[in-house]
């Protein structure tokens, strides 16, 4: 049976991508670290769409995940037929003042599970007819943004990636699409002990995450390269784009001083 596999798919945007495809008639295979938050999201996917949906915890910060991953859909003869690289989380401060082993596993989450996935479950994707590959950046992928500067920088690696291999596979059924969300109401900015100041920004123009969830599943079926959500994140995308980037950087840093 053919599933969309979705890290990160216990709460917030990942599992309102899940919940999308769900809601398209896909079985959906959802992954995080909680497993009581997985569980009942899988139970509310069945009972609300009538599709399959199947869980498995897995510490995406521990290397190994994405092998377990991989052997987990081939010995229960799940055939993925998308992979969405959803999970990811932030840690605000000054990059000096932050524990190295902290910033290590934001990476080994934010970038280096999402390119073992990637290259893992691509054979498999490449058995459909048609296969999507959807990656979560954010608009912090456009700038430097001090005091979360790691977190920015795995991003920009993350839409750089996505869209590189998007073009190697232009002749392959695996279209692959890179989502950036902005401030997004989840659990997100809690993780990141993000400060008062972002914090209020963010509540201006916080999206919820089924709007994300479902502008995100919407870009992945039509082929999408790459969608900032919101009118607001696109403006401002545009403008970090326009402004001189120490303008940009100096903007950003008064948020999360
Ligand atoms: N919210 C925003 O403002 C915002 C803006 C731009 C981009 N994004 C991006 O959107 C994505 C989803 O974030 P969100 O806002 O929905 O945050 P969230 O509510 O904190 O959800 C994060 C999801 O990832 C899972 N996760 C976290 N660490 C994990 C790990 N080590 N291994 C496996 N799963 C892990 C979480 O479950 P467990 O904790 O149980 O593992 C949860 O399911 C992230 O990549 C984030 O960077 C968010």
Sequence with gaps: MNYILITGASKGIGLAIARGWAGRGYNVLLVARNPTELESAAAAIRNDFKVDAQWRSEDLGDAGAPQRLLDWCSTSGFAVQGLVNNAGYGSSGAFADLPLDGQLNMMQVNMNA????????????????????????????????????????????????????????????????????????????????????????????????????????KATLAGRAELVTGVINKVGAFLVWLLPKGLAEKTAAGLYE
């Excluded at 920088?153 to 059924?173: D, H, I, N, Q, W």
């Excluded at 695996?174 to 950036?180: E, K, L, Q, R």
């Excluded at 993780?191 to 914090?199: S, T």
């Excluded at 916080?206 to 994300?212: F, L, Q």
């Design 114 to 217: 999402v390119v073992a996935l990637t290259h893992l479950f691509l054979p498999e994707l490449k058995k459909h007819p048609k296969a999507w590959l959807l990656n979560i950046a954010s608009s912090a992928a456009y700038q430097s943004v001090p005091f979360l500067s790691i977190y920015a920088a795995s991003k920009a690696f993350v839409l750089t990636f996505s869209r590189g291999l998007r073009y190697e596979l232009r002749k392959t059924p695996v279209s692959v699409t890179c989502v950036c969300p902005g401030a997004t109401d989840t659990n997100f900015a809690d993780r990141a002990q993000v400060g008062v100041k972002a914090l209020k920004a963010a509540e201006k123009v916080n999206m919820t995450p089924e709007a994300v969830g479902e502008a995100a599943v």
